[in-house]
C-alpha cells in the first residue's frame, strides 16, 4: 500500500537556524512528489514539487528539497528559518490518479 | 489572482441540522475536491469531481454529498451533521497535464453544537 510518513510530529528551531523536515514514502516506482505548507486556520499551500529530473528542487519562501530514490525520501530543508516560517508542513505523493495521500504533518515551532 | 475561494470561513450548525459549504475557483481547473481535516491529522479525501464525473472515496460516509452546477463551483453538503463531523473542510483544484498539484481554498471551520 502506499503511504508517507512524516517521524517527526513537531520540531523546534531557533530562529536563523537550518531546517530539515523528513520525509519517506513506500511505493514501488517513482510518486510524483509535494510538499505543502499550512499556517492556522489556513487552506495548504503548495512549497514545491518534483516529478522527474534534478533530485534536488527548489520551492517558494526559500525551501529546496532532495529525492533520493535509494532512501525513498524527500526531505524538505532551509538554510535559515524565519519566525514566519513557523507551520504545519506535510509531505505527500501522487501514483497517477486523483487522490493524493499526504503525511501527519509535521508542526514546525521556531524560537526566538 | 486566479484563486479558490470558500465560503463562509466559519459555520456554526446544530446537531442535525443540514448545511451547505461552497467553493469556487477562477483557475478553470476541470477537477475539484474535497477534504476534511480535523486537528493536527492530514487532509482526508471525501470525493472529486473531474469534469462533472463524480468520484467518491469508498470510506466516505453517506452523510455528505456534493454538487458541482458548473465548473466554477463545487457544494458540499452535510445532511444530518453530527458532533463528530466538525473539522476544516478545504476544497482544493487541480489542472489538466496530469502533474497533480493541488490548489487549495483557505478552508470552512464548522462547528457542530
Known amino acids: 500500500a502506499q503511504s508517507v510518513t512524516q517521524p517527526d510530529i513537531h520540531i523546534t528551531v531557533s530562529e536563523g537556524a537550518s531546517l530539515e523536515l523528513r520525509c519517506n514514502y513506500s511505493?514501488?516506482?517513482?510518486?510524483?512528489l509535494f510538499w505543502y505548507v499550512q499556517s492556522p486556520g489556513q487552506g495548504l499551500q503548495l512549497l514545491l514539487k518534483?516529478?522527474?529530473?534534478?533530485?534536488l528542487v527548489q520551492g517558494i519562501k526559500g525551501f529546496e528539497a532532495e529525492f533520493k530514490r535509494s532512501q525513498s525520501s524527500f526531505n524538505l530543508r532551509k538554510p535559515s528559518v524565519h519566525w514566519s516560517d513557523a507551520a504545519e508542513y506535510f509531505c505527500a505523493i501522487n501514483t497517477g490518479g486523483f487522490k493524493t495521500i499526504f503525511g501527519a504533518g509535521t508542526r514546525l515551532f521556531v524560537k526566538a | 489572482d486566479a484563486m479558490v475561494i470558500q465560503n463562509p470561513r466559519y459555520q456554526v450548525t446544530q446537531f442535525g441540522k443540514p448545511v451547505t459549504l461552497s467553493c469556487s475557483q477562477t483557475?478553470?481547473?476541470?477537477?475539484m475536491y474535497w477534504y476534511q481535516q480535523k486537528s493536527s491529522q492530514a487532509p482526508k479525501l471525501l470525493f472529486h469531481?473531474?469534469?462533472?464525473?463524480?468520484?467518491n472515496e469508498a470510506d466516505t460516509p453517506d452523510n455528505f454529498q456534493s454538487r458541482r452546477p458548473n465548473t466554477s463551483f463545487c457544494f458540499l453538503d452535510i445532511r444530518s451533521p453530527g458532533l463528530g463531523d466538525a473539522a476544516m473542510y478545504l476544497c482544493?483544484?487541480?489542472?489538466?497535464?496530469?502533474?497533480?498539484?493541488?490548489?487549495f481554498g483557505p478552508g470552512t471551520r464548522l462547528t457542530v453544537t
Open positions: 482544493a483544484t487541480s489542472g489538466p497535464g496530469g502533474n497533480y498539484e493541488q490548489y
Open positions: 518534483y516529478f522527474s529530473g534534478d533530485t
Open positions: 469531481y473531474y469534469d462533472k464525473d463524480f468520484n
Open positions: 511505493y514501488g516506482a517513482t510518486p510524483y
Open positions: 483557475l478553470n481547473h476541470n477537477v
